[in-house]
C-alpha cells in the first residue's frame, strides 16, 4: 500500500486564526452580534442631524455643514474598517466578540462627543476614533493572523497608515479649535480615505495588492443594506419625535405624512432595483475587492449623507410648515433628495460605467424645485420634492423589466 505524500509543512499556507467558517448552505449572512454592534450608529446618525441642526450662530450655516460631514466621515470610516473585519472574522469567537464589543464601546464614546466634537470634547472624539481604528487593527495584525500570514502582513500595513494619520487627528483634538482643528483633521481625513487607494502602501515594507482579501459578496453587500436601514430608521425616529413635541396642526399632521412618505420612497429606491443590482456586480466581479471598496466604502457614504439632509430636511418642515424657510434651511430641504439619488447613480456608473438617466432627471427636478418655488410655504416644497420620488418609482415600475446582472442587455435599464 503506497504511502500517501503529505505537502511540505513550507508549502501549506498559514491558515487565518478566528477567520468564518463556510456555511453548509453557502449563504454567509450578517451575524447577530453585527446588528448589536449596528445599534450605536443609529444614535450617531441621530447625533450627526442634532448636530446639523444645533450649529451656531446660524442654523445650517457652510462651516456647519462642512464639520458635519468631517463628523459622518470618521464614524462612516471606523464602521466601514469593522464590516471589513468582520467579513472575514467568526464572530462566535470569544476573542472577536470581545473585540466587537470593545469596538462598539468605543463607537459610544466617539457618538456621545459628536455634538461638542469641535469645541469641548474634540479630544473625546478623536481618541476613540483613533482608539477603534488602530486597535483593530493591532489585533488583526498581532493577534487574528498567523505569522507570515496574508491577513498579518496587510493587517500591518493598515496599522501603520492608522498610526499615521492618528497623529493628525490626536493633534486636532488638542488644539484650540478654529482652522488649526480643521486643517488637521482634513489632512486626517485625506490619509485615511487615501490609504485603499494607495492599497496601504509603506516603504520598507512588502507590497499587498487588491487579491489580499477575499471579499464575501452576500455578507458584504448585506451589511450595507442594514446601514441604510439605519439611516432611514433614524429618518423616522426624527420626524416622530419632532412631531410629538409640537402642537398637532393640520399643516403639521400633513408635513409629517408627507415626511413619512419621503422616507418610504427613499427605501424604495434603494432596495427595490438598486442594493440587488449592486449586490449581483459585486458577486460577479473579477476585481471584487476593488468594485466593494468603490461602491461600498466610498459612494455609500453619499448615499448616508442623503438621508440624513432629508431627515434634517422633514425636521425644519415639520417644525415649520406654513413658512417660507431660510435660503441655507430650502438648500438642505433640496439637497437630501439631490445627493440620495446622485449617489445612486455614481453607484451604477461605477458598477456598469452609465449614469442613471431616470434618477439623474429627477435630482435635477428637486433643484429647479428649489428655485422656483424659494419663497413658498415648507410644506409645499417638501410636498413637490417627494411628488418627484414617487414619479420616479412610477416610471421605473412601469419601465423595461429588470435585466440579468451580467447580460448583454442590462445597460438597456434606464433606471
Same mark, same amino acid.
Given at each position: 500500500m503506497r504511502r500517501k505524500l503529505l505537502p511540505h509543512p513550507?508549502?501549506? @499556507?498559514p491558515v487565518p486564526r478566528f477567520s468564518r467558517q463556510p456555511t453548509a448552505d453557502g449563504h454567509t449572512r450578517a451575524s447577530t452580534l453585527e446588528l448589536?454592534?449596528? $445599534?450605536? !450608529?443609529? *444614535?450617531?446618525?441621530?447625533? +450627526?442631524?442634532?448636530f446639523l441642526l444645533s450649529v451656531e450662530p446660524e442654523h445650517l450655516n457652510w462651516t456647519g455643514a462642512g464639520q458635519a460631514a468631517v463628523i459622518l466621515a470618521a464614524v462612516w470610516?471606523?464602521?466601514?474598517?469593522t464590516t471589513w473585519a468582520t467579513n472575514e472574522l467568526d464572530t462566535s469567537a470569544p476573542v472577536? =466578540? %470581545?473585540?466587537?464589543?470593545?469596538? #462598539? $464601546? %468605543?463607537?459610544? /464614546? #466617539?457618538? +456621545?462627543?459628536?455634538p461638542e466634537a469641535w469645541g469641548e470634547r474634540a479630544l473625546l !472624539?478623536?481618541?476613540?476614533?483613533?482608539? +477603534?481604528?488602530?486597535? =483593530?487593527a493591532a489585533f488583526l495584525t498581532f493577534v487574528s493572523g498567523t505569522k507570515g500570514s496574508n491577513e498579518r502582513n496587510r493587517a500591518g500595513h493598515i496599522l501603520a497608515w492608522f498610526c499615521f494619520s492618528g497623529v493628525f487627528w490626536l493633534a486636532g483634538g488638542l488644539v484650540d %479649535? %478654529? @482652522?488649526? =482643528?480643521? +486643517? &488637521?483633521?482634513l489632512a486626517a481625513l485625506l490619509i485615511d480615505y487615501s490609504a @485603499? &487607494? *494607495?492599497?496601504?502602501r509603506v516603504p520598507g515594507m512588502e507590497r499587498i495588492g487588491a487579491s489580499s482579501w477575499d471579499v464575501a459578496s452576500e455578507h458584504f453587500a448585506e451589511r450595507f443594506q442594514l446601514f441604510v436601514i439605519i439611516a432611514l430608521g433614524e429618518s423616522i425616529v426624527i420626524t416622530g419625535a419632532t412631531t410629538s413635541e409640537l402642537d398637532l396642526t393640520n399643516e403639521r399632521v400633513a408635513a409629517f405624512i408627507v415626511a413619512f412618505i419621503g422616507s418610504a420612497a427613499l427605501w424604495w429606491l434603494y432596495f427595490n432595483r438598486a442594493a440587488d443590482r449592486m449586490a449581483g456586480h459585486l458577486e460577479d466581479a473579477l476585481n471584487r475587492t476593488e468594485l466593494a471598496r468603490d461602491i461600498y466604502t466610498y459612494l455609500h457614504v453619499l448615499v448616508i449623507a442623503g438621508i440624513i439632509v432629508v431627515?434634517?430636511?422633514?425636521? /425644519?418642515?415639520?417644525?415649520?410648515p406654513s413658512e417660507s424657510l431660510e435660503t441655507n434651511e430650502l438648500m438642505a430641504l433640496v439637497a437630501g433628495p439631490v445627493i440620495y439619488l446622485l449617489a445612486l447613480s455614481a453607484t451604477r456608473y461605477r458598477a456598469i460605467g452609465s449614469i442613471s438617466p431616470k434618477r439623474t432627471a429627477a435630482a435635477v427636478a428637486c433643484v429647479l424645485i428649489g428655485f422656483a418655488f424659494s419663497g413658498s410655504p415648507a410644506l409645499l416644497v417638501s410636498a413637490l420634492l417627494v411628488a418627484v420620488l414617487v414619479a420616479l418609482i412610477i416610471a421605473e415600475e412601469m419601465g423595461p423589466p429588470l435585466q440579468p446582472v451580467g447580460s448583454e442587455a442590462e445597460p438597456a435599464d434606464d433606471s
Open positions: 513550507d508549502t501549506v @499556507p448589536f454592534y449596528d $445599534l450605536v !450608529f443609529v *444614535f450617531a446618525i441621530t447625533q +450627526i442631524s442634532h470610516w471606523s464602521w466601514n474598517y472577536v =466578540r %470581545g473585540l466587537v464589543v470593545a469596538i #462598539m $464601546l %468605543g463607537s459610544l /464614546l #466617539m457618538s +456621545i462627543a459628536i !472624539f478623536a481618541g476613540a476614533y483613533v482608539a +477603534i481604528q488602530v486597535g =483593530r %479649535g %478654529g @482652522p488649526a =482643528r480643521t +486643517i &488637521l483633521w @485603499p &487607494l *494607495f492599497v496601504y431627515a434634517v430636511g422633514d425636521e /425644519l418642515v415639520i417644525a415649520h
